[in-house]
């Protein structure tokens, strides 16, 4: 199946506007540099600091080595073997000048390794402080936002900012030290030949210009791959995981998604030759320019020290400058570029910090009712999906009443796992509304309504964690709690499981380490049953987690949820009708809309879908 090119998408290359105007992030950016570390933050400016004077130190040095050098040649003192010249002392005030370059020397590898050690940390402490932030705040997030995938791009984006930016802050600090640097270097050709400094401008102005285009395109590259980048890390993934290891062999899908991976790879691989090629070329073109002005000033000096107006130690001085003061400017500017470059980035993490969930607690929040007294009232329900069509639930009307054990069956899409999230507002209605005791849902407050259900949904997630961490998840403040843990394994019969394996409790379950050992679909299924069973939850919601169990362990299982529920809202779906007949009431649903209501025998009495289902199932125990 061939790969669809990246389609077009609204950025493309930034205008000079929207790059200038991305610098905005750099102060926020730069506070929560401060906010990770404050004492780094500092150690690191001030090491730049003084390094920054060292290089204007150490070339001034170099001068007055040469002229000293120059002065002793012109004295034709004669001096023979070494320790002869240096005993005579004409040779103390060129050692004493040596020995210090030697320091100066010495002092700027330190600082440079110091400098390194401190952003190292500072590096590593911000990319954990924002990932923290990162998903801190991707909790916040409703589910209707993950399910969308122009968010997923956007969260994509993120994670890569979060990981790869802090080369920023090294380029904005370096930046802070070059200019010192520069400052110096121009205040000595200053002095000596003020024009040098305006052909040096002149020089340099080309190649930032060819830079800053060159980092708009190589941002708009990378934005508009992102959704096939995404791909290409799924498709690594499906090609070489546990999960999918079985059917890869099975179906020998490696060559599909090798051939897949390759064809997309190759893509973006292309893409970005291309630029790179132009990239180097133009770079190539311009920057000779510069060097062109270097040369120009160049024979400039050296004009001059040969009409005596300089010494040779100032020519070196000079050229030296030049030189440098070159290079520190280019980089400079072309350093500007590039952080006004990384700033577009910037924009994908500050932008994804800006999403606000629409499902949260308001202001005057109540709290959940203890204990439950009438239950749940969906009055006219209905809800949609982002983007979709069809109404996944349409006037949805009926009770949920406190302490009932109430079953959902209905044929896939039928709205089963719809109301089950609206029931633990995941999603909003978009019509109608859901009652708790006569007041609305959205009334109550959101983390205390999620404490007071538990709720296990058909695709569960399978934790590579200890088997009581998998359990005690379900709980997290009761994370250290063994009795708990323990007595939730017994509930969901997960406890025989347990027991079975090398270290108990303290195994590690799933293939991901190299310690852990897999379980068995319906093995995995009793250990997130146990973590409903973790909450002392007023409601208790079941969502065909036991589709991987034989039919006699799922009865058993929902025998002893009917036995536990005593005293509790229950809801639990299933396919199979000889695990939901024992329900005090069961709905049907059919199409998002609510076909039938009743007891199991009331159901079959009346003959309509529930029966039809029920009679397909029983014939095939026949």
């Known amino acids: 199946m061939p790969v669809s ?57 170099g001068k007055l080595i040469i002229d000293e050098a120059v002065r002793l040649v012109g004295l034709s003192l004669g001096f023979g073997a070494l320790p002869a010249a240096w005993s005579s ?20 590898d330190l600082l440079g390794r110091l400098v390194s050690y401190a952003d190292g940390l500072l590096s590593e402490l911000f990319t954990n402080a924002t990932s923290v932030r990162l998903m801190e705040h991707a909790a916040t997030l409703d589910l209707e936002d993950f399910e969308d995938p122009d968010l997923q791009d956007k969260l994509d984006r993120a994670r890569r900012q979060t990981m790869g930016r802090m080369n920023l802050m090294s380029q904005l600090f370096g930046q802070v030290q070059d200019t ?5 270097f121009a205040i000595g050709l200053l002095v000596y030949a003020p024009w040098l400094i305006l052909l040096l401008a002149i020089a340099l102005v080309p190649a930032f210009i060819g830079e800053a285009h060159f980092n708009s395109l190589d941002y708009s590259l990378n934005f508009q791959w992102t959704p096939e980048r995404r791909q290409l890390e799924y498709l690594r993934q499906m090609g070489a995981s546990v999960e999918s290891a079985k059917e890869v062999k099975i179906f020998n899908l490696n060559r599909f998604f090798i051939a897949r991976f390759r064809e997309l790879s190759d893509r973006f691989f292309r893409a970005n030759k291309l630029l790179a090629r132009k990239r180097a070329i ?21 004009w001059r020290t040969v009409k005596g107006d300089f010494s040779i130690g100032d020519l070196t001085f000079l050229a030296g400058s030049f030189r440098r003061l070159r290079q520190l400017l280019e980089g400079l500017l072309i350093g500007f570029s590039q952080v006004a470059g990384q700033a577009l980035y910037l924009d994908d993490l500050f932008s994804f910090f800006d ?17 439950i007294a009438r239950g749940f009232t969906f009055e ?31 044929e896939n899409g039928a709205g089963k796992t719809t109301l089950v999230k609206l029931l633990a507002r995941l999603y909003d209605p978009d019509e109608g509304r859901i009652l708790l005791d006569g007041r609305d849902l959205r009334d109550y407050d959101l983390e205390d309504l999620r404490a007071n259900i538990g709720v296990i949904f058909q695709d569960f997630v399978r934790y590579h964690l200890s088997a009581g961490e998998n359990i005690g998840v379900g709980q997290i403040d009761a994370m250290g709690d063994p009795v708990r843990i323990r007595e939730a394994a017994r509930r969901s019969m997960a406890d025989e499981v347990i027991d079975a394996l090398p270290q108990g409790y303290d195994q590690l379950i799933g293939r991901r380490f190299k310690t852990g050992v ?29 589709a991987a169990l034989d039919a006699r362990s799922e009865f058993e299982v929902f025998q002893r949820f009917k036995e536990l529920s005593i005293g509790r809202t229950a809801v639990l779906i299933s396919h199979r009708f000889s695990s939901v007949r024992m329900a005090d009431r069961i709905l049907v649903l059919a199409e998002g809309r609510l076909e039938a209501s009743g007891t199991h025998e009331q159901l079959l009495a009346q003959g309509g879908r529930y029966a039809e289902l029920f009679e397909l199932q029983a014939a095939g125990y026949r």
């Open 5 to 61: 090119p990246p389609v077009a998408r609204p950025r493309n290359q930034p205008s000079l506007r929207e790059r200038v105007g991305a610098l905005r992030n750099i102060p926020p950016f730069l506070r929560q540099i401060w906010a990770t570390s404050k004492p780094l933050t500092l150690v690191s400016l001030g090491l730049r600091l003084v390094r920054a004077l060292l290089p204007i130190i150490t070339l001034y040095v």
């Open 89 to 108: 002392g004409q040779l103390d005030h060129l050692g004493t000048l040596l020995l210090l370059e030697f320091g100066l020397a010495i002092l700027s």
């Open 180 to 184: 010192i640097t520069v400052i110096g």
């Open 380 to 410: 006219n329900v209905g809800f949609r999906y982002p983007d979709a069509e069809r109404w996944a639930l349409r006037g949805l009307a009926f009770e949920l009443r406190a302490g009932e054990v109430l079953a959902l069956v209905g």
């Open 518 to 546: 897999d379980l068995s679909g319906g093995q995995w299924q009793k250990i997130a049953i146990a973590r409903a069973y973790m909450r002392d939850a007023q409601v208790m919601i079941l969502d065909e987690p036991t």
């Open 282 to 302: 133009w770079g190539t073109l311009l920057a000779a320019l510069g060097t062109l002005g270097y040369y120009i000033a160049y024979a400039y000096i050296a």
């Open 355 to 371: 999403i606000q969930p629409e499902i949260a607690s308001g202001p005057d929040a109540l709290a959940i009712p203890r204990p």
